[in-house]
């Protein structure tokens, strides 16, 4: 039996657009004190089970970010960084890439896993993370994906302009991440896909859905959101003072 490892894959290539006044990109702002590329780094570095963690970003910001982890006491040999692409999607293909290169380096013969997730939700759990290992393991999918229920009503609309239908609240969840892949069987199948398929994608569970692949939802946890906005930074502080995530 095929010995299985598990790479952290990070997408942290953002420019943060839509936090206003930010001045650098929000992977490097501080919550709590902590710049949120730390904290996220540091999640996955809690497993020790984990091979080590690939980084997708811009080229022009790997230097300082190796500096930045290493001076916040990260072990930086359990760190790569890779070029991010021209979409999240292709992000996520340099970041499969990144983690199979890693691996073949170190001479890791088996299956190997990717774990991957956007360095902005940088208050995700260990406990999500080994969950989300555990349901590719168990042998019952072929990706995990980590989402909550709505607790809000959806409207559906194809035009932006008029609703179309209301499913049924049971039925719909809020994908978060972190994703987790087969690296091999993940990048075989966007070896098949044309270049038009490719740029309709932004992440791993549409792909495995459409292409008829078993996706396992793992129950995610509501304090692993998006830093998006500067009210999620309000929304981040508020949450850590009063103990909520850490």
Known sequence: M?????????????IGSRMSGAGKPKQFLEVGGVPVLV???????????????VLAMHPDWRDYSLDLLRTSGIDVSRVEIVSGGPSRFESLVNLANGCASAAARRGLAGRLLMISHDCARPFVSADILRRNVAAL???????????IPTIDTVLLSSDGQKGDCVPERSTVFLDQGPQTVDVEHFLGLVDSLSADERARYMEAGRLYMEKGFNVRIVAGDRGNFKLTTPFDLVL?????????VK
């Open 39 to 53: 904290r996220t780094v540091r999640r996955f570095l809690e497993l020790d089970e984990l091979a080590g963690v």
């Open 137 to 147: 393991l168990d042998g019952g999918c072929d990706m995990a994906t980590t989402s």
């Open 236 to 244: 981040a502080e508020r949450l850590l003072a009063d103990g909520l």
């Open 2 to 14: 095929r010995k299985t490892y598990v790479y952290g894959g990070v997408l942290a290539g953002g």
